[in-house]
């Protein structure tokens, strides 16, 4: 918290903040023993996942009072009366990373990305300066373990990567505008991966052909 609290926000072209080695050394191995195992594309709600401890433990700081006050310090915003919501990635596919804004419906969005040094390094979230470009950007962030990004979402929000196909560990946490919005992304999610398992097998099959 320390670390974050010592970044300071840069507002253009929205404001951001990115703050290397964001967790601990000597956390990083029980967070990586005890993230959820996800084989698929797509964000997943926390309830459809299993894991162990350490990693609730650090999912519980990220959504928790003290990150919301330090967040709202960063970015003069209030965020009292809006619910937080986190959802994890664990794969990517080519289709992933377009370059897109956030829903409207989301004020902040926190990323925290969990792959080794080597792991996904083309595929660099760029914060933009337009929606044509992804050779235009602002920042790169590197999915390396321990980088967070914050940035406030907006219409100018800009964001996204080149394409890449493989293991691609983000923890994605949301402050929204209103428990309408968490009960509707969280079913949207369940629907999103009920539909994966059920056809994925179909779509392997079908690729040996």
Request: aromatic content about 10%; overall charge positive.
């Amino acid at each position: 918290m320390e670390r974050l609290r010592a970044t300071d926000v840069v507002r253009e072209p929205f404001p951001y903040l990115i703050v290397p080695n964001f967790v601990h050394d000597a956390a990083m191995a029980r967070i990586e023993n005890d993230f959820p195992t996800i084989r698929r594309s797509g964000s997943f709600p926390l309830r459809s996942l299993t894991f162990g401890p350490a990693f609730g433990a650090l999912v519980d700081a990220l959504t928790g009072s003290a990150m919301k006050a330090l967040v709202e310090e960063k970015f003069a915003i209030d965020l009292s009366s809006h619910p937080v919501m986190a959802t994890v990635r664990g794969m990517c596919t080519a289709r992933d990373g377009h370059i897109h804004t956030d829903s409207k419906s989301k004020l902040i969005t926190m990323l925290l990305y969990m792959n080794r040094s080597w792991e996904c390094e083309t595929a660099r979230l760029r914060l933009l300066r337009t929606p044509h470009d992804l050779e235009d950007y602002a920042a790169e962030v590197p999915p390396r373990e321990g980088t967070l990004v914050v940035f406030q979402n907006g219409p100018q929000a800009w964001h996204g990567f080149a394409p890449f196909h493989g293991q691609r560990r983000v923890i994605q946490v949301n402050w929204v505008k209103s428990d309408t919005i968490v009960s509707r992304e969280q079913t949207r999610h369940r629907v999103s991966a009920f539909f994966k398992r059920l056809f994925a097998p179909a779509k392997a099959h079908a690729a040996q052909y």
